[in-house]
Structure formats: C-alpha cells, structure tokens
C-alpha cells in the first residue's frame, strides 16, 4: 500500500518516502504526494531525489495494476535505476499539479451550472473537459460568464469523508456515469463547494474559488444525440 499524502492536503509539493519495489510499471513508495491517473484527472510528473543526489525524472503516476493500494511513478527512459530500500525525496510538478487542480474544481462549478448527469471526463493541465448525457444546446458565453461568477464569488472548497450508508441514502451526488466512487472501504471521499456543489470525487482542488483564476468555455461540441462535450481552457488576464 502507498500512504496518498495528497488526498489530505493537496497543497503538499514533497515529502519524504522510501522505495518498496521497482517493476515494469514503475517504482512504488511508501507514501508519495504524486496522484496517479484516475477519475479523468491526469497524473502528476516530477521527480524523485535520492540521499545520494541521483534525480530520477518521474513522467506520469498510475495504479499499479498487479499491487491493490499501490501507486506506480514512471521514471523516464534514462533515468537512474533505483532500488528497494532506497531513500528519496518526491518532488512534484507543481506548476502541473496546480492547473490539474484549478480545472478539476472549475469542472465542478461546470456540473453545478449544467445539471445533467456527466458520461466522460478528462483533466489535464492544457484543458479539461466533460461530457454530458443530455440533447439540448449550450451557450458558450452563458456558460463562461456562470463560471467567473462563481470564481468571484471566493466559494470555500473543502473535502470530507462520508460513510457508504450516506451515499447510499443520497444517489443524486453521483453526478459521473462512467466513473462510479470506490466501494469497500466503508466511507468515500466528497467535494463540497460551499453553496454549490456536493459530489463524491478523489481529485486535488483548490481551496477557494477564487484561485481557480479566469477559465471559459473554448469550445462545445455535439459528440452523439445524447452528448455535448464542453472544453475549458485557462483565459488571460484582461491587461490592467
């Protein structure tokens, strides 16, 4: 099992950890502040600094698919071997990490503004985008202006933890059809975007709103009779 740091604190940049296993899939630490792939959101890249100054480039984090619990981080192709029992620091992208987590949570001010149930998702740190199971028309600007309303309005975003019986008891905070809460573990995590938004999810957000910064509507799209896919991207800031 790799300890997720950043399910607590998505604010954390590094941390100490040692290593338990190199394979084909990657290297697995004990504990780690990369976030893997998954729910739509891309993983984290940076890199892991041994005691004795080896720097190995990591280019993308995952589950590992054979370790239930288990976080792999890709090193590159030329990157220093490492072995169990290794010592290192891991140092994420931040500058990666910080956009994963200004579009994630501006998906969730796009969910709040388009009420229909969400059937595809992707978050990078270029753009993000959903997918939503519905056959009406959009507006672009509408939408746009919905999201800097929000984001000006400095909305308090927090995590917590609910047991299963909850969501259970509350289907509607489902919003994903493709991708379901974790089950087993006896409580799931959800995001709650004060006066906005309540759903369960497992990504990195910021805290507020406002540090979502100026993101609009670049393009929207009808991908099948039954789905319109809208893309956001980050908007410059109007020249002062």
Known sequence: MTEELFRDDATLERCDATVLAVDEQGIVLDRTVFYPH???QAGDAGELVAVDGRRVRIVDT???????GAIAHLPAPDAPPLQPGDRVSA??????RRA?????TATHLLCALIPHPV??????AGHARLDFHMNGALDKEAISAGIARLVAEAHPVRHRWIDEAELDANPGLVRSMSVQPPRGLGRVRVIEIEGV????CGGTHVANTAEIG?????KIEKKSAMTRRVVLGFAEPAAG
């Open 38 to 40: 998954g729910g739509g």
């Open 62 to 68: 995952r589950k590992h698919k054979e370790r239930p």
């Open 91 to 96: 140092l994420i992208d931040v500058a990666r």
């Open 100 to 104: 994963h987590m200004r579009f994630h």
């Open 119 to 124: 059937d595809g998702c992707s978050i990078t």
């Open 197 to 200: 938004d309540l759903q369960p």
């Open 214 to 218: 100026p993101v609009v509507v670049t």
